[in-house]
């Protein structure tokens, strides 16, 4: 078993990894940005090492930095989280050829799932479905103009090294096809390098469903069932869960089958997502492959039972899989809901600042992955994903509720969060009913104001000005010293009023 391993990431999914080294024995090493000195993933390892300036390209996205933290602190294996390097080839490779373990999929099988050309031409030759389409780039526009005609309108441009949603277009009519193929490529060539883009057909108010699998270095390949990731906004989930309202049995076998020969065929190892696409008829596409560990991930732990992490290293290790398809029996339900720092009535923008006050939900059946704390600081430079609450219930209207309940006990204050959002969303009647398509959000929550302050916070504001004023004359008369130490946190807030700026 590996002994020690550099995570290369901040914020909640780094408190994650370091968790589940601390839980195996395995020593830990967390790196940081100026802007990170004081974050929680530091206090967590056992050695911390600046990495340089807080802007990531110089930091979290230096390749050479985090390689001579690795050597320099003489951890054996490297685990990217996700964002970042996870998914990044060059990385990998340079890992394999420092001898570093990289804790993901080979550097080949990383390449080949990131060009969606490639992996759509591997999948339909291997029987998977794909979405109808182009199976190569074409060399002029005439190609493109025909192909559109073949495929049917509407069609979708899409970027082979794009991914995540990014690099996309909608074309409803032949006149938008030349326009839209220039804008798109020029987009795809300024965020990717590359200007190879496709056309597929366009599904209609499709459902997001993904499939967790693991694969070891022995060849044994299992998958962990479903996540239903379809409500989202702008590419970005929100709301994730499992099991899927739109799969019943037979489906399911028939889809955990299908995710299985992507990775099979893809030479892949380690843990990593099979993303499908799923039309109004419930017929399945297969979409692409997330070579990485997901934010979504702990719906998934909490119904299989499996920690991933856990997994995901003893896969690094060289050791076989303790288990296999038949032992995995997912029980009951599992939600996850996504707090970011952004703000919901001000078009999502990123809120930062001072968190002046933490209280996290707690009781049976509730996961809280947070990587911030009272007092902390949450920096502008990163994505602003502040924790993520999982709730566990026996069925979806349990989970629906402790989710609800689970949202209401969670105050964050000092900045701006998701959280009043997300507790109506989850209230919703038609995501109650589960009919969640991936057109939810702006459907439903297009304009969404909010309910402007209600009497529960103004109460909770008075308390936390009363703790600061409290602190404030002890600290002046300088004297009692158990109380300082009580008070501690408050020490460190400084000047603020509610509701962050
Ligand atoms: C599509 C599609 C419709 N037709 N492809 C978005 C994320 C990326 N992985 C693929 N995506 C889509 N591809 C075809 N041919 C609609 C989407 C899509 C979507 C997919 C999953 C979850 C949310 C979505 C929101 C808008 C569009």
Redesign the pocket.
């Known amino acids: 078993m590996l002994k020690k391993i550099l995570v290369a990431n901040r914020g909640e999914i780094a408190v994650r990894i370091l968790r589940a080294c601390r839980e195996m024995g395995i020593s830990t090493v967390a790196v940081f940005s100026e802007a990170d000195r004081e974050s929680l993933h530091i206090q967590m390892a056992d050695e911390a090492l600046n990495i340089g300036p807080a802007p990531a390209i110089e930091s979290y996205l230096n390749m050479d930095k985090i390689i001579d933290a690795a050597h320099r602190s003489g951890a054996e294996a490297i685990h990217p989280g996700y964002g970042f390097l996870a998914e990044n080839a060059e990385f990998d490779r340079l890992c394999e050829k420092e001898k570093i373990v990289f804790i993901g999929p080979n550097s080949k099988a990383l390449e080949l799932v990131g060009d969606k050309v490639r992996s759509r031409q591997t999948m339909e030759k291997a029987g998977v479905p794909i979405?109808p389409?182009m199976k190569s780039i074409p060399k002029n526009f005439s190609e493109y103009d025909v192909e559109a005609q073949k495929i049917g309108y509407p069609v979708?441009i899409?970027a082979s090294a794009g991914?995540?949603?990014k690099g996309?277009r909608i074309v409803w009519s032949s006149k938008e096809l030349k326009p839209s193929l220039e804008a798109c490529m020029r987009e795809a060539k300024s965020a990717f390098g590359d200007d190879s883009v496709y056309l597929?057909?366009?599904?209609?108010e499709?459902r997001?469903v993904e499939f967790q699998v693991l694969a070891d270095n022995h060849g044994n390949v299992i998958h962990l069932f479903e996540r239903e990731?379809?409500i989202?906004r702008r590419?970005q989930k929100i709301v994730e869960e499992t099991p899927s309202q739109a799969l019943d049995p037979e489906l399911r076998t028939k889809m955990g089958k299908t995710a299985i020969k992507v990775m099979k065929v893809s030479g892949y190892n380690n843990a990593g997502t099979v993303?499908f696409?799923l039309d109004k008829n419930k017929n399945f596409y297969f979409?692409?492959v997330n070579a990485r560990l997901q934010v979504e991930h702990p719906v998934t732990e909490l119904t299989s039972g499996v920690d991933l992490v856990h997994q995901q290293i003893s896969i690094a290790s060289g050791e076989k899989l303790s288990f296999n398809q038949e032992d995995i029996k997912p029980n009951g339900h599992s939600i996850e809901c996504r707090i970011y720092a952004e703000d919901p009535v001000n078009n999502f923008l990123p809120s930062s600042g001072r968190v002046l006050f933490l209280k996290e939900p707690q009781g049976p059946g509730i996961r809280n992955d947070c990587g911030i704390y009272s007092g902390c600081d949450v920096p502008i430079y990163y994505d602003p994903i502040l924790a993520k609450l999982i709730v566990w219930a026996e069925n979806r209207e349990l989970a629906c509720q402790r989710m609800v309940n689970a949202l209401d006990d969670y105050v964050i204050l000092g900045i701006k969060t998701t959280v009043d959002f997300l507790k109506e969303v989850i209230s919703h009647p038609q995501f109650r009913a589960g009919i969640t398509t991936?057109?939810f959000i702006n459907k439903y929550f297009n304009k969404w104001e909010g309910k402007g302050k209600t009497e529960e916070d103004l109460k909770l504001a008075l308390l936390a000005s009363a703790f600061a004023d409290y602190q404030k004359t002890y600290t002046r008369r300088d004297s009692v010293k158990e109380q300082k130490e009580i008070f501690s946190p408050w020490l460190t807030l400084g000047k603020w009023r509610i509701g962050g700026k």
């Open positions: 979405i389409g979708m899409k991914g995540g949603g996309m597929e057909k366009y599904i209609e499709p997001h990731c379809s989202q590419h993303e696409l979409l692409e991936t057109d």
